[in-house]
């Protein structure tokens, strides 16, 4: 089946402590897209990739990492400097401009 | 700056009725997504319609770009649909950087 798969679904973090969510597409998408979401809010853009190898900051990057060393890869680091991570991550990929299909999701809480 | 903006915030149906939901967006798009997210939090793609209208069974989307809304029409609601809307925008000159509203939260009560 073709879609995106994002694991784990829930996470617990410990203060100080970096984690890292997993994001994979068998869409072969180009772009690729890391969103949280507060509860009772809409999604905001943490990161994006428009091909491998390269990646753009999105409006809320502060304490965020990425890498995209393959086409259906697009992992996401939480690190301590995030003075806020307890939120419901998703990510997403599109071909160039077109539609967005979302993953359905982990859920971070720091303990 | 760029907006998103939905309307109305909650919204409360019986089973059958018919209702529309407006999105506001402050500046020319590349692309518009109507979502539906679920009790679990999985965001379901309703629509791509950055112009035009589309028709999807009971769901329904009309954008008219020059004037920078959208609209979703749900006809003959069932309890299935409830849950949050969300529209989303990626404005010209952003790549395709979802903006997205707050959300129209519905609850359609048998």
């Known amino acids: 089946d073709g879609g995106i798969t994002q694991s784990p679904k829930y996470l617990f973090r410990k203060e100080g402590q970096n984690v890292t969510l997993s994001c994979e597409q068998n869409?072969?998408?180009?772009?690729m897209y890391w969103y949280r979401q507060d509860p009772g809010q809409g999604l905001r853009l943490i990161y994006y990739s428009q091909i491998v190898n390269d990646f753009q900051k999105g409006d809320i990057a502060e304490g965020y990492s990425v890498s995209r060393e393959k086409k259906e890869s697009f992992p996401l680091t939480v690190t301590s400097a995030q003075k806020n991570p307890t939120a419901f991550y998703l990510c997403a990929s599109s071909i160039g401009l077109d539609t967005q299909y979302f993953g359905p999701g982990t859920r971070l809480t720091v303990l | 700056g760029i907006q998103v903006e939905q309307s109305p915030p909650d919204l409360i149906l019986q089973e059958g009725a018919n209702s529309t939901l407006r999105c506001n967006f402050s500046?020319?798009?590349?692309?518009l997504q109507w979502f539906h997210q679920n009790p679990w939090g999985q965001l379901i793609n309703l629509f791509y319609i950055p112009s035009g209208t589309k028709q999807n069974g009971r769901l329904s989307a009309t954008t008219v770009a020059t004037e920078r809304y959208s609209l979703l029409y749900i006809s003959s609601s069932q309890t299935t649909d409830s849950g949050v809307y969300f529209c989303?925008?990626?404005?010209?000159?952003?790549?395709?950087?979802?903006?997205f509203g707050a959300g129209t939260r519905l609850a359609v009560h048998p």
């Open positions: 500046d020319s798009v590349n692309n």
């Open positions: 989303a925008a990626a404005f010209s000159g952003g790549y395709n950087k979802l903006i």
């Open positions: 869409l072969n998408h180009d772009a």
